[in-house]
Nanobody, 121 residues
């Protein structure tokens, strides 16, 4: 079992930056592909970014060049650095642990409770 807890979400202005974190417990994240998803009100959950244990990463086109995912296996923590934030980035951001295709939610067996990121225009 892996427990995931996101933190760091807050209200920021458009163009600003924010780093959110995902702390894992129960098992080491080194065995898992770690992903970030987000869900805005009235919309489906969508893939944002993922990182493999090798350090390779993959991003949704909508965040490529603005967001950076990283992991610190020693701290059992995953991060999402978000720069040049836009109002359309407003959503609840979820961290997930799994294996398989990074963009598919059902490939992840463990999810956090989410952290709210709100970008004002």
């Amino acid at each position: 079992q892996v427990q995931l807890v996101e933190s760091g979400g807050e209200l920021v202005q458009a163009g600003g930056s924010l780093r959110i974190s995902c702390a894992a417990s129960g098992r080491t994240i080194s065995s898992y592909l770690m992903g970030w998803f987000r869900q805005a009100p009235g919309k489906e959950r969508e893939f944002v970014a993922a990182i493999w244990n090798s350090g390779s990463s993959y991003y949704a086109d909508s965040v490529k060049g603005r967001f950076t995912v990283s992991r610190d296996n020693a701290k059992n923590t995953v991060y999402l650095q978000m720069n040049n934030l836009k109002p359309e980035d407003t959503a609840v951001y979820y961290c997930a642990a799994g294996n398989g295709r990074p963009t598919i939610p059902r490939q992840y067996g463990y999810w956090g409770q989410g952290t709210q990121v709100t970008v004002s225009s």
